[in-house]
Every structure is written in C-alpha cells, then in structure tokens.
C-alpha cells in the first residue's frame, strides 16, 4: 500500500518539526535525522525532550524559580513514577502568560463564525482587555485562587475569555455545553462548588434559537455555592438575577491584566468523562503540563504558529475545545462556532473555512462521511487555498473517508487523524508535518509519548492487535481526579491492569512502518471464539454503504456460554433493511474484514445512543444484553436520547443465523 500523502522536500524544509530537530541536534550533538528517530530520542531521554521543549519556546521568559542559568534535566522531572510524577518541581508561571505574549496588531485573536455566514473578529486587544475585565469582576465576586468557576455556554469567544480570565487569577475553569439538560450540567459542575456561573441566554443551532433561560434557573437553584451570575447575551433574552457580561466588562474596563503565578501541577480546568456510569469524574490538568503538551501538540505535531487560524468543530463539553484553545498558547487565530456543521448544507464546515482562511481544520470521520452521501467536493464548491491540514478526531477515520479527503479537500492537504482522550487532554498518537499518511492509520505516536501496545502478558508487540498502553509519564497526566482524595479512583481507572503502566483502554496495532490503527475501545472488544476484534473495523465497512446513516456493533456473552454479535443499523431516509441490504453488507464484511466479523444479526434500531461528546454507547448496551440492572450500568442524563435506552433494553437474542428483525 502506497501513503495518500507524502511531504515533499519544501514542506519538510519548512516545516516547525523540522527546526525543531535541528534545535535538539545542536544542543545535544544527537542525530535525529527522521522523525521516527527523534520520537525515539523523545522517549529515551524524557527529561531532555521537555526541557528542549520548554527552552525552544522560551518558556524561562514567563516562569518563576528558575535557576540561574536555567533548569536542568535533574530538574524536569523529580520522581519519574506513574501515578505521582512530579514534573518541573519548585517552578512557577501561569498558562495566560503565554497567550499574553503573542498579542499583535494585524491579526485577530478569534474569529466567531455563525450560521447565517456572519463573522465577529476579536482582536488580540479586545480579548486581552476583556479577560483582564472579567477577571477584575471575578475579584469583586469573592473568586480567589483555587476556587471553581463554571461555564454553561455555547462555544463563543466570551467562553474563551472566561477561561482565561478564571485561570489569571489561580482559580479552576470547567464547562459544558448548552446542549446539555440542566440535570446533566449539574451531574458535572454541581460536584465542584462553584463560586461563579458564566452563561449566555441560548444559542442558535440548525436554524433555531434555543432558549436556555428555564436550564439556567435550575442550575442556579441546584449550586447553592454560587455566589454571581453573569450571562452573555446572544439572543436578546433578560435572565433575571444574573449580571450581564458586558455590564461587567464595561465596569471593570480600566482593570490592567494581571497574572497570579501558580505552582506548575496547580489545577488549570477540570474536564469531565461520558458520565455514562455514575458521576462522571473530574479529571483535572495543571498549568504547567497542559502548556508543555499543548505547545508540543499544537505547534510541533499540527505546525501551527502565528500565522496560522486553527479552526476545530467542538463544544465546551469536549476536550477538543480545550486544545481548540491551545492554539493561542503559539499565537495562532482560533476560530469558534455554536452552530451545526450541516446547516444551512452539509457543507457548513467548508464554507466556514474558505470564509475565515482556515488553515487548520479540526472535525469527525462522522461529518466526513456525511459529506461523502452528499456528494460534496469542498474543493470544488470553496476557496480552500489556505488549507494546511485536516485533522480529524472523535473515532477511527475509515481509509475510504481518508482517501476521499485527499481527493476533495486538496492534493497537497494531509489528514491528521488524532487519538488520544479527555485524560491527557491531548492526543497519544496523531500527524506530523514530516510524516506520510497512509489510508485508515494514524502516521506517528507524538513526541514524548512513550506508547507501545500490550499483548496479555504485558509484552509489546507489533503488526498484531494490542493494549495501548504508556510506559512513561507524560506532562498533561491528571494531577488527580475532583474529590478523589486518596487517589484510588485516579488508580484504578488506569493502573490496575499493568503496575507502573499507564493503560488507555484502546486496542491498537502498531505497524511496521510505525503509523498506528485504532480498532476501538478494548472494553467493548468484540471476542469471538477467542479471537479479539475491534467495532472500529466493522463501522468502517458498514458505514459506507449509502443506504446506512450509522450502525452499533455489540458482543455480549450469554449465561449459557453463548456468545451473541448483533449489528444495528439506522437507515438514510426513505431505506429499508431488506434482505438484499442485509446479504450485501454480510458479504462486505466478510470480504473487507473477515469472516469472524459477520454478525449473528442484524437489526433495524430507531437510533444510536451515544455520550453527549458522540461516542457510541457500546459498554452500556452490551451489559443491557447481559441482563445487568439498566439503572445501574448508564446515566441517562449522559446519553444523547436515553428514551432509546428503553428500547434496546427489550432487544434478546434471535435463532442463530444473519437475519433481520
């Protein structure tokens, strides 16, 4: 198999990698000619990857309690053990301090796009000006280092100056989105105490104003911690009882920047898992290791800098917008949108692109393929010229849709597909500048990312499926989960299975060119006759078919020793399963993936469930078939459409054989 894309000589030249390993071969006389030969210095010697990586971008310009003639490797790293890795000991500094550097005049600092085509820019000015007024207004509401602030808003640029305005002062952001109920908003932020709720009035999605007022009042009245309430105005509604922001920006519009330095493991945000079993946990990251990983991820691996504009559909529900948010940390514009990426077409995303310049966008293999039964050709119907890359996150990236990005999306424009996850806040594994692009594979682990894939006995292996794992710490590892005070919880979730070993819960192969497939979470592995196989694989095939709009794959053991493999499909409109789709899609699968991937049925279901960040609820639905207590395995409030919960809690087992029901 040829790459669908390869770096010619000029984009290698140019490309922020590149000087990158010409930095580290001058400073330690270490050849790495390759990027495979510089990830594997990055591994062997950690603490010389991120001191170059704190010293290439002059990191010793914002940071308090370095020593005079700087950190040394001994002091990168003070105890190397997982869990409880102490990076950068005695060193202070603030995440703000880093955005604040690159302000400038002849560039926005966002730009937030809408759905009818208008564009808002935000100068670096306006966003510095305003970050320093809320942050004043946060002072007069009694926020104090440590202390909780918390957003329900849309993604805007107020949520943004928000964040930064709650993180100058030491004190912790966390947010979700305006899709989420009330209830499901304070399953999440009612565990923190918060001391402030920022909100807006709603938000516009699909054409429609979505009125949030009454989700806000419930919230209000479920934190009784909260002491303000401010609320941006985006459609003209009065929220009684709350301040309105630019009231506060306009009262403390005098207030001059200013940045509390914070220990480096001091808690920056708090980010949530699905939630889909119990509480969802607060993971929470500190300043210093989120700007290390996101000044590495986003200007190293994605080569974004300050001539850039970084441009990824997300929700302040989902890490993404956090990363989204790294690309100010180098200077680049970040573009924000609340809007559906297939309204008013399902070319929305690529005319937002062509609109703001985009070179840089961030979307899902779901709204690829979208396009693809659309018929669309972005490159063809958009000015796409400013294009750089194409990252894509979310789930595995079929080689199809990856093939058809190449083709539609511009020749010279690779795709970058990520995986990594709301616990680092950043990606495992992901694109490089320098790198190939092969079909359906992710091109290379990230630097500093010590990655390899487990068999059972906890030996690495490659070319064959296995457990990701990370044997070596990484800068942007939760400093602990919220009100997990003896670390148990933080244990467990990722150390149980290998002492010492980080273990991310995806099945992987590493292959011998490097690049890496990801086959789906290892919890939902579908096991047949001993034989570990990934849901990824099977979606990738059954997923293209036109006449299917998405499909849930599930393997659940039987009391008797069985083992039951339903797929279920949900139909574009104006389909139906019959038995001709149903012999076509059981033959692709068996040609395509192989013959123990073909299922024992295959179902017309009324929807997908799916985590509020669109993740396939493949766990939960595989226990529902096990006979567990539906009350016990989900949280509805978690789920996209719990009423679907309902139905597939009445789906059993058929007589053997591929059939429909």
Aim: aromatic share 8%.
């Amino acid at each position: 198999m040829q790459p669908q894309w390869a770096p010619n000589p000029r984009e290698i030249a140019e490309a922020r990698i590149t000087d990158f390993a010409t930095y580290v071969e001058g400073r330690t006389g270490t050849a790495v000619a390759d990027y495979h030969a510089l990830w594997q210095w990055s591994v062997e010697d950690l603490r010389g990857f991120w001191l170059a990586v704190w010293d290439y971008f002059r990191l010793d310009d914002i940071a308090d309690g370095v020593p005079d003639g700087g950190i040394s490797p001994d002091g990168v790293l003070a105890e190397e053990t997982m869990p409880g890795a102490r990076w950068f000991p005695g060193i202070r500094l603030n995440y703000v301090d880093q955005v604040a550097r690159h302000a400038r005049t002849d560039r926005p600092a966002i730009v937030q796009a809408a759905e009818d085509g208008g564009v808002r820019e935000v100068s670096w000015a306006e966003l510095l000006d305003s970050t320093a007024a809320f942050a004043q207004a946060l002072r007069a509401s009694g926020v104090r280092r440590g202390d909780r602030v918390a957003g329900y808003l849309p993604n805007i640029a107020e949520s943004v100056i928000a964040f930064l305005a709650t993180a100058s002062i030491g004190a912790v952001w966390s947010a979700c989105g305006q899709d989420y109920s009330a209830k499901a908003a304070l399953d999440r932020l009612g565990q923190l105490e918060p001391t402030v709720l920022v909100t807006a009035d709603g938000y516009r999605y699909g054409g429609k104003e979505h009125d949030k007022r009454a989700d806000i009042a419930a919230l209000r009245a479920g934190l009784d911690s909260v002491r303000a309430t401010f609320t941006v105005s985006q459609l003209g509604l009065e929220v009684p009882g709350t301040t309105p922001w630019q009231e506060a920006i306009t009262a403390h519009s005098t207030a001059v920047l200013r940045t509390e330095p914070v220990e480096f493991e001091h808690p920056l945000w708090i980010v949530f898992s699905s939630g889909t079993t119990g509480l969802p946990k607060g993971i929470m990251h500190g300043h210093g290791g989120v700007l290390l990983e996101h000044l590495k991820a986003v200007g190293l691996q994605n080569d974004l800098g300050p001539d850039d504009t970084f441009f990824w559909y997300t929700s302040p529900s989902w890490m993404m917008w956090n990363f989204l948010v790294g690309g100010l940390l180098g200077g680049s514009t970040i573009v924000c949108y609340d809007g559906s990426p297939t309204y008013p077409g399902p070319d929305a995303l690529w005319r937002i692109t062509a609109q703001v310049r985009a070179t840089a966008l961030g979307t899902s293999p779901g709204y690829v393929l979208a396009c693809i039964k659309a018929g669309a050709v972005p490159k063809d119907e958009h000015d796409l010229s400013a294009l750089r890359v194409v990252g894509i996150s979310g789930s595995a990236l079929p080689a199809a849709s990856s093939v058809w990005l190449n083709e539609n999306a511009g020749d010279r424009v690779p795709v970058a597909s990520l995986s990594g996850g709301t616990d680092v806040v950043s990606a495992f594994v992901g694109g490089a500048r320098t790198v190939p692009v092969w079909p359906g594979e992710l091109s290379a682990r990230y630097l500093g990312t010590a990655m390899e894939a487990f068999d059972p006995e906890g030996r690495p292996v490659r070319d064959e499926v296995g457990e990701l794992v990370i044997t070596r710490p990484m800068p942007s590892m939760p400093i602990g989960f919220w009100g997990d005070t003896d670390g148990k919880r933080y244990h467990d979730a990722y150390f149980d299975t290998y002492p010492g070993i980080w273990r991310h819960g995806d099945w992987i192969t590493i292959t011998d060119r490097d690049s890496v497939v990801v086959h789906g979470r290892s919890d939902s592995t579908l096991n047949r006759h001993g034989i570990r196989m990934g849901s990824a694989d099977i979606y990738q095939c059954v997923e293209a078919f036109p006449e299917v709009a998405e499909a849930l794959v599930i393997g659940a053991e039987q009391p008797d020793g069985g083992y039951w493999m339903p797929l279920f499909l949900v139909l574009a409109p104006g389909q139906t399963l019959s038995d001709d789709l149903t012999r076509r899609i059981a033959t692709a699968i068996r040609t395509e993936v192989s013959p123990r991937h073909v299922p024992d049925e295959i179902l017309l279901a009324p929807g997908i469930p799916h985590t509020r960040t669109g993740k396939k609820l493949e766990v939960p639905i595989k226990k529902l078939f096990q006979g567990h207590d539906p009350e016990g395995i989900v949280e509805r409030s978690a789920v996209d459409n719990p009423d679907l919960l309902d139905w597939y809690r009445t789906i059993r087992p058929a007589e053997p054989g591929v059939g429909t029901r």
